[in-house]
């Protein structure tokens, strides 16, 4: 059936499947965004039976977002120039400053039941392949430090496992998903947070720990390095014992919390609104 424009433009979030819509909306009137924000066009790409359908429905948009900019790169690659959208900018995710601020780590580990004492390496994500949970384990930081997952997933028993065969049983915790209310004491809690993840978009983790005061070392996946600009916290290998050697000097000496929090003191979720209204205002301007 037919579809009668009622809207100036439509947001197709998540850019697979949603683009899979873009043809049939565009042919109908209808001016379209589609917003990418990580896997949704980084895996589906990669993915034969997938990709020309992404690559239909991102060149039918009339315009083109991202959480970074390392994504919008490759969705307007993928589009192509001929035909392709007319309008890209970047619509980063925002941090909510407010929620996430820095408070004692001694205050946080209370909170959580947590020992006040030694050094605490958190990791957050679900426990997937791209994430990489075995790495954070082999990239484990001093024999005292205790390293903690918050999430769940498909390979928590490989990291149980795995963690047992490294002999750090004692010192690694699997504390499962915690409440959303909950998450910014164990960001406060921690020394550091790692992310070992080999696909990211733009991985709201390392914004909220940052936002927390708290270091972070991260591998170079997408748009990640747009946030940590510290090379001390931007890891661009895989190796095992370089990231633990990374790991164990940040923790031996952080960059002061204030400095963490104002490097994404800029990214807020009005900034974010300005952006995304910028885009439509633009696509909404374009001929149907």
Same mark, same amino acid.
């Given at each position: 059936?037919? /579809?009668? +424009?009622?809207?100036?433009?439509?947001?197709?979030?998540?850019?697979?499947?949603?683009?899979?819509?873009?043809?049939?909306?565009?042919?109908?009137?209808?001016?379209?965004?589609?917003?990418?924000?990580?896997?949704?066009?980084?895996?589906?790409?990669?993915? !034969?039976?997938?990709?020309?359908?992404?690559?239909?429905?991102?060149? =039918?948009?009339?315009?083109?977002?991202?959480?970074?900019?390392?994504?919008?790169?490759?969705?307007?690659?993928?589009?192509?120039?001929?035909?392709?959208?007319?309008?890209?900018?970047? *619509?980063?995710?925002?941090?909510?400053? %407010?929620?996430?601020?820095?408070? +004692? /780590?001694?205050?946080?580990?209370?909170?959580?039941?947590?020992?006040?004492?030694?050094?605490?390496? @958190?990791?957050?994500?679900?426990?997937?392949?791209?994430?990489?949970?075995?790495?954070?384990?082999?990239?484990?930081?001093?024999?005292?430090?205790?390293?903690?997952?918050?999430? #769940?997933?498909?390979?928590?028993?490989?990291?149980?496992?795995?963690?047992?065969?490294?002999?750090?049983?004692? #010192?690694?915790?699997?504390?499962?998903?915690? +409440?959303?209310?909950?998450?910014?004491?164990?960001?406060?809690?921690?020394?550091?947070?790692?992310? *070992?993840?080999?696909?990211?978009?733009?991985?709201?983790?390392?914004?909220? =720990?940052?936002?927390?005061?708290?270091?972070?070392?991260?591998?170079?996946?997408?748009?990640?390095?747009?946030?940590?600009?510290?090379?001390?916290?931007?890891?661009?290998? #895989?190796? +095992?014992?370089?990231?633990?050697?990374?790991?164990?000097? @940040?923790?031996?000496?952080?960059?002061?919390? %204030?400095?963490?929090?104002?490097?994404? !003191?800029?990214? *807020?979720?009005?900034?974010?609104?300005?952006?995304?209204?910028?885009? @439509?205002?633009?696509?909404?301007?374009?001929?149907?």
């Amino acid at each position: 059936a037919a /579809i009668t +424009p009622a809207a100036d433009v439509v947001v197709c979030d998540y850019a697979w499947p949603a683009a899979a819509a873009a043809p049939s909306l565009a042919a109908s009137g209808l001016r379209v965004v589609v917003n990418g924000r990580g896997s949704d066009v980084l895996q589906v790409q990669g993915v !034969a039976a997938l990709r020309a359908a992404l690559q239909e429905g991102l060149r =039918a948009a009339h315009g083109l977002t991202a959480v970074s900019q390392d994504l919008l790169d490759a969705m307007v690659a993928l589009a192509g120039r001929e035909g392709g959208p007319r309008v890209t900018a970047l *619509t980063p995710n925002g941090v909510d400053a %407010e929620r996430f601020q820095p408070c +004692p /780590i001694d205050a946080a580990r209370e909170r959580l039941g947590l020992d006040a004492r030694g050094r605490m390496v @958190l990791v957050v994500g679900h426990l997937i392949e791209r994430k990489d949970p075995l790495l954070s384990l082999a990239a484990s930081p001093g024999p005292e430090d205790a390293l903690v997952f918050v999430g #769940r997933g498909p390979l928590e028993g490989a990291v149980r496992t795995r963690a047992d065969e490294l002999g750090l049983g004692a #010192r690694v915790t699997l504390a499962g998903e915690r +409440p959303p209310e909950e998450l910014v004491d164990w960001y406060r809690a921690a020394s550091a947070l790692l992310l *070992t993840s080999s696909r990211e978009g733009r991985p709201n983790v390392v914004l909220e =720990a940052l936002s927390c005061g708290r270091p972070v070392l991260a591998t170079d996946a997408g748009g990640t390095s747009e946030l940590l600009r510290d090379a001390r916290m931007l890891a661009k290998t #895989r190796d +095992p014992e370089a990231l633990g050697g990374m790991l164990r000097g @940040l923790l031996d000496d952080s960059p002061p919390a %204030e400095d963490l929090r104002r490097s994404v !003191a800029h990214l *807020t979720w009005d900034a974010s609104l300005d952006a995304l209204t910028a885009v @439509l205002e633009a696509v909404a301007a374009t001929p149907r």
